[in-house]
């Protein structure tokens, strides 16, 4: 009974096969070649390669022998036995004192069914845990009661129902085997196994003791920090056998990766290897580098060293990760591939039709839920029909209630659809049989014509190119009502809530996994690295291996390794611990990349496919110094264009230009690298054009030279618009100065061109902001000074938001339905508003003189004069509030949203936030003393527990002042009012030299400003997030994805320079902003 060593797992495939060809085509003896499930094509396809097909040879997983062998019994599916503990949960939640919190979770019951599993295969049975309960902590203890309690009446429901699962069957096979009279005259070949269970560990006893010889081989090698050897020790121990090495075909470069991996002296760069040629490390600037790279990669390898595709591979960290943006590229690139992933038959729109109509059903769901069903394309195919009946709902303002309740559109279409669903909503009982159930979802979708629409959508799939998804959805339709009838099968007539069924149906669908097979014979493999390491590959790309890889699971399981542990102190054995499943993890990953021939090529990106910044996987650097090689990345290619000719620069050059779409994205990035300088030729692009004149008929010749044409056009940096359509009057605003700032087309598109917005009928934060404003206004100017007790304020406030809303900005809002919440909401916020006011009416002695003062022309307090070298002009506007404390003054201004951002100093420094500095020079001319310059945060979150707002900005630093401000101020060293802390100012409380420094640096940006609008500076320069919401980025030719930079305000000022302002006429020889027409 020999036992055979191989390194990897193709070593070990190869040497199965050998053995199995070896023993002949004899009628009288059979072969059974054992093997995981995820192993057995590979054997099977090496062994056909063999022996050209044999019908005495069998290749097998335990799975399979059993169900073959055994009389037919009802087992459950993996998804079966997680629907089984799920309603053995719902029913004695009140059982589980320690678990029964958790019972609502769908992924509970799976966890708990995979811990069942787990617990089967170590061969412990409830009464097992149950005698070491009261040996043990009880936090602890609790926990494995309450396991050992659901343990036990899921062995129960099988036992009650005449059922099985796949523990138990496994279980029997000793049995089988003994009674499987030809055994005797079998060979067996036992290989690749990569753990040992207590079930497995019998089986193999009982193989090698009735099988006419059994033969096993492991996948394992001298690397102890590499290989876990569990199955290698496991059968040396059982043979006695001293086992055979078989000699590796890895390639030199792998079996120095397999031998090297993990080990410590070349973790810490002290042993270097030999370089290789075979060997490639790089260093991505993001995922999407990543990707794009490896994409033209294969590609530039297909077509000029003629590999196939089926020569190709592509292992990913993550695959999950990694799975959009891989198929993106490689169908951008005409790389035909298939994916090695699992989807779940929870995301299949079949599936997602059940669950939500369900759900509406149980929980009398919302008008969200109702248009989730209208727009699943296996309720509705026709999307204008969907789109027209969503429409027509929040058209006529129609609730869910309505919507099931016989409401009609007057559309037949539409009112079918809607009859539809509501007969199902209001027909589906509160509680009933679990048949039941199932019998009116059936009949749900069968009304729906679900399966109808379905076809409908998976040949518009196919037509669109999308295979995968064709396959998906055309495959899930069986797999989901195989499904429903497994709920029928195991809960039959069980008497469950409407509730429980949903969760029932949503926990097994998302156990269930389905497959994809390959569209074509030759494609790129793309899958999870650990999933590469059954076959050899010309060429592996390894991408993605960032510092999570190789995976490392926490232990967070319900039974963790420590209470395992202490399990194994009382003799019960529960196996794996967590430790043991991540040395197997590590294994299959090392494995892995052994897996070529003539290149392996490894990756790993500066940031993920999130956007999150990575570091590198442990992987990469035993990699660098195994091989001693440094890893290279696109700045690296970019230089090697420089010293390239000939064959090499083509190659280079190439790159990007490889297939229609990546080339038409590269001719615009060269051509913005070209009119940057940073490259001094377009060949490339160039190249591109002439050939786009004979591709398929020239048509994409056309949109290759706008796009070239679109770059060449420089973007405009002044025109010619005349003073008066910015100064009205030689009139100038705080907000169209910021504007600038923000951006100068912008400022040019809104004032200058006058496209401005049409005013929103909707109630917007602003328009919220001018109601509170409104309440303060009002109850300041009759209430505030009259105020009683705790109940007067409120009633006041009542009557000042009243008062405020009844005019005809707002009444016309209580007219809509859908906004009477909201004025509820208006209410509570303005009461929030009030109760503040008086909160400082209680501590300050500061009060306020007026509400929207106004400053200007023909007022109290005059305009302030903007020179410029094309004329003077006046700034002038409205103050929301001015409060006065003897001689001195302070300004305040109602900002709902972020108010404490709006203060920042980096905005102000840049200009962008200017208006409080600049108005409080309108009201000091009349010497009174800037003591303040706030934004009062007034909350338009609607939501309840907030702090109350405060006050952001700058407070003069007096004691005089501070005591004004707060009469607690000085001997708490802070205030709830305004923010700042005497102790630390940081900018906050300012010296009165500083205070008069912002007001005069607000002047002289505001002059700045003012020069360039009327110098006709209309560059598109904003700062980041300028464009976010900007009305006229369609306009400026401004696009951050082709290249262009956004300024950068940074995040804090520097108040050295804005100091500097109170001391100098010269404001260019102080000033550091960098505007827009200085950067060009």
Same mark, same amino acid.
């Given at each position: #009974?020999?036992?055979?060593?191989a390194k990897?797992y193709?070593d070990?495939i190869?040497k199965a096969t050998?053995?199995?060809?070896?023993?002949?085509?004899?009628?009288?003896?059979?072969t059974?070649?054992?093997?995981?499930?995820k192993?057995?094509?590979?054997?099977?396809?090496?062994?056909i390669?063999?022996?050209?097909?044999?019908?005495?040879a069998?290749?097998?997983?335990?799975?399979?022998?059993?169900?073959?062998r055994?009389p037919?019994?009802?087992s459950?599916?993996k998804e079966?036995?997680?629907?089984?503990?799920?309603?053995?949960?719902?029913? !004695?939640?009140?059982?589980?004192?320690?678990?029964?919190?958790?019972?609502a979770?769908?992924?509970f019951?799976?966890e708990?069914?995979e811990?069942?599993? /787990?617990?089967?295969?170590?061969?412990?049975?409830p009464?097992d845990?149950?005698r070491c309960v009261?040996n043990?902590?009880e936090?602890?203890a609790?926990?494995?009661?309450d396991?050992?309690?659901?343990?036990?009446?899921?062995e129960e429901?099988?036992k009650?129902?005449g059922?099985?699962d796949?523990?138990?069957?496994?279980e029997e096979m000793v049995?089988a085997?003994e009674?499987d009279?030809? #055994?005797?005259?079998t060979?067996?070949i036992v290989?690749?196994f990569s753990s040992?269970?207590?079930?497995?560990?019998?089986v193999?006893e009982?193989?090698?003791?009735?099988a006419?010889s059994c033969?096993?081989?492991?996948v394992?090698?001298?690397?102890?920090?590499?290989?876990?050897?569990e199955?290698s020790?496991y059968?040396?121990?059982l043979?006695?056998?001293?086992?055979?090495?078989?000699p590796?075909?890895?390639?030199?470069?792998g079996?120095?990766?397999?031998n090297?991996?993990?080990?410590?002296?070349?973790?810490?760069g002290d042993?270097?290897?030999?370089?290789?040629?075979k060997?490639?490390?790089?260093e991505?600037? $993001?995922a999407a580098?990543?990707?794009d790279y490896?994409?033209s990669?294969?590609?530039?390898?297909?077509?000029?060293?003629?590999?196939r595709y089926?020569?190709?591979a592509?292992?990913?960290?993550?695959?999950?990760?990694?799975s959009?943006s891989?198929k993106?590229?490689?169908?951008?690139?005409?790389v035909?591939?298939?994916a090695?992933?699992?989807k779940?038959?929870?995301?299949s729109?079949?599936?997602?039709?059940?669950?939500?109509?369900?759900?509406?059903? &149980?929980r009398?769901g919302t008008l969200?839920?109702?248009?989730g *069903?209208?727009s699943?394309g296996?309720?509705i195919?026709?999307?204008?029909?969907?789109?027209?009946?969503?429409r027509?709902?929040?058209?006529r303002s129609?609730?869910a209630?309505?919507?099931? $309740?016989?409401?009609l559109f007057?559309?037949?279409?539409m009112?079918?659809?809607?009859?539809v669903?509501a007969s199902?909503v209001?027909n589906?009982?509160?509680?009933?049989?679990?048949?039941?159930y199932?019998s009116l979802?059936?009949a749900?979708?069968k009304?729906?014509c679900?399966?109808e629409?379905?076809?409908?959508l998976?040949?518009?799939l196919?037509?669109?190119g999308?295979?995968?998804?064709?396959?998906?959805?055309s495959?899930?339709?069986?797999? !989901?009502y195989d499904?429903?009838n497994?709920?029928?099968?195991?809960?039959g007539?069980d008497e469950?809530?409407?509730e429980?069924?949903?969760?029932?149906?949503l926990?097994g669908a998302?156990?269930?996994?389905?497959?994809? *097979?390959?569209r074509?014979a030759d494609?790129?493999?793309?899958?999870?690295?650990?999933?590469?390491?059954?076959?050899?590959?010309r060429?592996l +790309?390894v991408?993605?291996?960032s510092?999570d890889?190789p995976?490392i699971?926490?232990?967070?399981?319900l039974?963790?390794d420590?209470d395992?542990?202490?399990?194994?102190?009382?003799s019960?054995?529960?196996?794996?611990?967590?430790?043991v499943?991540?040395?197997?993890?590590k294994? &299959?990953c090392a494995l892995?990349l052994?897996?070529f021939?003539?290149k392996? +090529?490894l990756s790993c990106?500066?940031?993920?496919p999130?956007?999150? /910044?990575?570091?590198?996987?442990d992987? #990469?650097?035993?990699?660098?110094?195994i091989?001693?090689?440094v890893p290279?990345n696109?700045?690296?290619?970019?230089?090697a264009?420089l010293?390239?000719?000939?064959?090499r620069?083509?190659?280079l050059?190439?790159i990007?230009?490889?297939?229609?779409?990546?080339a038409?994205?590269?001719?615009?990035s060269d051509?913005?690298s070209?009119?940057?300088g940073?490259?001094?030729d377009l060949?490339?692009?160039?190249?591109?054009?002439?050939?786009?004149?004979t591709f398929?008929?020239?048509?994409?010749?056309?949109?290759?030279?706008?796009?070239?044409?679109?770059?060449?056009?420089?973007?405009p940096?002044?025109?010619?618009?005349?003073?008066s359509?910015y100064?009205?009057?030689d009139?100038?605003?705080?907000s169209m100065?910021?504007? !600038?700032?923000?951006c100068p087309y912008?400022c040019?598109a &809104?004032?200058g061109?006058?496209?401005?917005?049409?005013?929103s009928?909707e109630?917007?934060?602003?328009?919220a902001?001018r109601?509170?404003?409104s309440?303060?206004?009002?109850?300041?100017?009759?209430?505030?000074?009259?105020?009683?007790?705790g109940d007067?304020?409120?009633?006041?406030?009542?009557?000042?938001f009243?008062?405020?809303f009844a005019?005809?900005?707002?009444?016309? !809002?209580?007219?809509?339905?859908?906004?009477a919440y909201a004025?509820?909401?208006f209410?509570?916020e303005?009461a929030?508003?009030?109760?503040?006011?008086m909160?400082e009416?209680?501590?300050?002695?500061?009060?306020p003189?007026?509400?929207e003062?106004?400053f200007g022309?023909?007022?109290?307090?005059?305009a302030?004069k903007?020179?410029?070298?094309?004329g003077?002009?006046?700034?002038?506007?409205?103050?929301d509030?001015?409060?006065?404390?003897?001689?001195?003054v302070r300004i305040?201004d109602y900002k709902?949203?972020d108010?404490?951002?709006k203060?920042?100093?980096a905005?102000?420094?840049?200009?962008?936030?200017l /208006?409080l500095?600049l108005?409080?020079?309108?009201?000091t001319?009349?010497?009174?003393v800037?003591a303040g310059?706030y934004?009062y945060?007034?909350?338009d979150k609607?939501?309840?527990?907030?702090?109350?707002?405060?006050m952001?900005?700058?407070? =003069?630093?007096t004691d005089?002042?501070?005591?004004?401000?707060?009469k $607690?101020f000085?001997?708490?060293n802070e205030?709830?009012?305004?923010e700042?802390?005497?102790l630390?100012p940081?900018?906050?409380? =300012?010296?009165?030299? /500083?205070?008069?420094?912002?007001?005069?640096?607000?002047?002289? #940006?505001?002059?700045?400003a003012?020069?360039?609008?009327?110098?006709g500076?209309?560059?598109a320069s904003?700062y980041?997030?300028?464009?976010?919401?900007?009305?006229?980025?369609?306009l400026?030719?401004?696009?951050?994805d082709?290249?262009?930079?956004y300024?950068?305000?940074?995040?804090?000022?520097?108040p050295?320079?804005?100091?500097?302002?109170?001391d100098s006429?010269?404001?260019?020889?102080f000033?550091q902003?960098r505007?827009?027409?200085?950067e060009?």
């Open positions: #009974m020999p036992v055979y060593f990897t193709y070990c190869d050998d053995i199995a060809a070896s023993f002949g085509r004899s009628l009288k003896n059979r059974i070649v054992f093997c995981e499930d192993l057995t094509l590979s054997i099977e396809q090496s062994l390669e063999k022996t050209g097909g044999s019908f005495n069998e290749v097998s997983s335990f799975g399979r022998y059993i169900k073959k055994l037919v019994r009802k459950l599916s079966g036995a997680a629907m089984a503990v799920k309603k053995i949960i719902s029913n !004695f939640s009140r059982d589980l004192p320690s678990l029964g919190k958790l019972h979770s769908p992924a019951a799976a708990t069914s811990l069942i599993a /787990q617990l089967k295969s170590a061969k412990v049975k009464d845990i149950l009261e043990l902590p936090n602890s609790g926990k494995i009661r396991v050992a309690f659901i343990y036990g009446k899921y429901f099988l009650e129902r059922l099985t796949s523990n138990n069957s496994l049995g085997i009674s009279e030809d #055994m005797k005259n060979r067996v290989a690749g040992v269970t207590r079930q497995s560990r019998d193999s009982s193989l090698l003791k009735n006419l033969d096993f081989i492991a394992t090698g001298e690397n102890e920090y590499l290989y876990s050897s199955f020790d059968v040396v121990k043979t006695k056998e001293k086992p055979i090495y078989i590796t075909k890895a390639e030199k470069e079996e120095r990766l397999l090297g991996l993990f080990r410590p002296e070349y973790y810490d042993k270097k290897g030999e370089k290789s040629p060997i490639r490390l790089y991505a600037e $993001n580098d990543e990707v490896v994409a990669y294969i590609r530039r390898e297909v077509l000029d060293k003629g590999l089926k020569d190709i592509i292992a990913t960290g993550n695959l999950a990760d990694y959009l891989v993106r590229r490689l169908s951008d690139y005409d035909p591939f298939y090695d992933e699992k779940n038959l929870s995301s729109p079949l599936a997602r039709l059940a669950f939500d109509a369900v759900r509406v059903a &149980a009398k969200s839920d109702i248009n *069903i209208i699943n296996c309720f195919s026709d999307k204008e029909l969907s789109d027209r009946l969503v027509a709902m929040r058209e129609v609730t209630k309505a919507f099931i $309740n016989d409401f007057d559309d037949m279409e009112d079918a659809k809607r009859a669903l199902f209001r589906f009982p509160r509680t009933a049989t679990a048949e039941r199932v979802t059936l749900f979708l009304s729906a679900a399966e629409n379905a076809e409908i998976a040949e518009r196919s037509a669109a999308a295979e995968e998804e064709r396959a998906f959805l495959g899930s339709k069986d797999d !989901f499904l429903l497994q709920i029928s099968d195991i809960l007539s469950i809530s409407a429980e069924f949903y969760k029932i149906l926990s998302e156990e269930a996994e389905i497959s994809l *097979i390959p074509s494609c790129v493999f793309v899958g999870d690295l650990k999933d590469c390491r059954y076959r050899k590959y060429e +790309f991408i993605g291996l510092g890889v995976k699971k926490g232990d967070t399981a039974l963790s420590s395992i542990a202490k399990l194994d102190e009382l019960v054995s529960i196996e794996p611990k967590i430790r499943v991540n040395k197997r993890e294994e &299959a892995s052994a897996c021939t003539d392996l +090529f990106p500066l940031s993920s999130s956007g999150a /910044q990575t570091v590198k996987s992987i #990469m650097r035993y990699a660098s110094n091989f001693s090689t290279y696109r700045n690296s290619i970019e230089k264009k010293t390239s000719e000939g064959k620069l083509d190659e050059e190439s990007g230009y490889l297939s229609l779409r990546p038409l994205l590269s001719l615009v051509g913005e070209f009119k940057s940073e490259k001094d060949a490339a692009a160039s190249s591109l054009v002439e050939a786009l004149k398929e008929g020239g048509v994409y010749e056309e949109k290759a030279v706008s796009l070239l044409d679109g770059v060449n056009a420089d973007l940096s002044r025109a010619d618009v005349p003073s359509n100064f009205t009057g009139r100038v605003s705080a100065l910021e504007k !600038f700032y923000a912008s040019f &809104a004032y061109l006058g496209l401005t917005d049409a005013a009928p109630m917007q934060s602003f328009t902001g109601l509170f404003h309440v303060a206004e009002i109850f300041i100017k009759k209430y505030a000074d009259t105020v009683k007790d007067d304020l409120e009633e006041k406030a009542a009557l000042a009243s008062e405020a005019t005809e900005d707002y009444a016309r !809002f209580s007219l809509r339905p859908d906004y004025e509820t909401l209410k509570k303005a929030r508003l009030c109760k503040n006011i909160k009416y209680s501590v300050s002695s500061f009060r003189e007026s509400e003062t106004w022309d023909g007022g109290k307090y005059k302030v903007i020179p410029t070298s094309h003077e002009y006046k700034l002038s506007g409205f103050a509030r001015i409060d006065r404390y003897k001689d001195y305040i709902t949203g108010a404490k951002s203060a920042e100093d905005k102000f420094y840049t200009g962008r936030n /208006q500095f108005y409080l020079n309108a009201f001319a009349d010497g009174s800037p310059a934004y945060g007034v909350n609607f939501s309840d527990g907030e702090e109350p707002p405060l952001y900005g700058k407070t =003069l630093g005089e002042v501070l005591l004004a401000t707060d $607690n000085l001997a708490a205030s709830g009012l305004v700042g802390n005497r630390k940081k900018n906050l409380i =300012l010296g009165e030299k /500083q205070m008069k420094s912002y007001m005069k640096y607000a002047k002289i #940006m505001a002059e700045r003012a020069e360039s609008l009327a110098s500076v209309i560059t904003p980041e997030h300028a464009c976010d919401y900007c009305e006229y980025r369609a400026c030719g401004f696009d951050a082709c290249g262009k930079k300024r950068s305000g940074g995040k804090r000022a520097n050295s320079v804005i100091e500097k302002a109170s006429e010269k404001e260019k020889t000033t902003a505007f827009p027409e200085e060009l």
